[in-house]
């Protein structure tokens, strides 16, 4: 089942406006949001607000989710695999980037041993994705160096609200 739901959906020659109700992706918290896409003649826009009916936020959202609708857009994205640094960038195969990584990963194993090499993977992996990452650098690369931005997410905003408000831990 899908589970965005489209709130509202209306055209006129001119222009047409869809109001989705989704979920925020950066944390756990899992707010709910709001997304309104205005199609016009003059182009699109995205405003993306808390959904005040969402058990998690009941409409409030933090500084990242309030910001969601500005990191919209392909522009500035990496879409393929890349060697090089900089301004001398080149696209490259898949094949050849992950041949290229196992081969760095194995001549660091087999200079400095297994824990010479760690893993910092993203926050917003699927349980099954954490699953299938920590299988493979506990069981096959035989090292315990993996720790997510789980961890740190929200820990900027907990130091900014302590200095701010002067919580107490
Ligand atoms: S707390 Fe912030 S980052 Fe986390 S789901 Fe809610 S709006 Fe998104």
């Not at 009916?53 to 609708?69: D, M, Q, T, V, Y």
Request: glycine share 8%; hydrophobic share 35%.
């Amino acid at each position: 089942m899908n589970s965005i739901q489209n709130l509202e959906h209306s055209r006129s020659d001119q222009a047409e406006t869809i109001i989705t109700k989704t979920t925020c992706p950066y944390c756990g918290v899992g707010c709910g949001v709001d997304v309104t896409v205005n199609h016009k003649a003059q182009g699109t826009t995205v405003q993306v607000a808390g959904d005040f009916e969402h058990p998690s936020n009941f409409g409030r959202l933090c500084i990242k989710g309030s910001n969601l609708a500005d990191t919209l857009g392909l522009e500035t994205r990496v879409l393929h695999p890349m060697f090089g640094r900089k301004n001398h960038r080149k696209v490259t195969t898949w094949d050849a980037a992950i041949e290229k990584i196992a081969d760095q990963f194995q001549a660091c194993i087999d200079q400095h041993g297994r824990d010479s090499v760690a893993f910092y993977v993203s926050g917003q992996l699927l349980t099954e994705d954490y699953y299938v990452v920590n299988k493979f650098v506990k069981g096959y690369l035989g090292t315990a160096n993996i720790d997510t931005n789980s961890r740190l997410c929200m820990s900027s905003a907990v130091a900014a609200h302590k200095r701010a408000f002067r919580a107490l831990s």
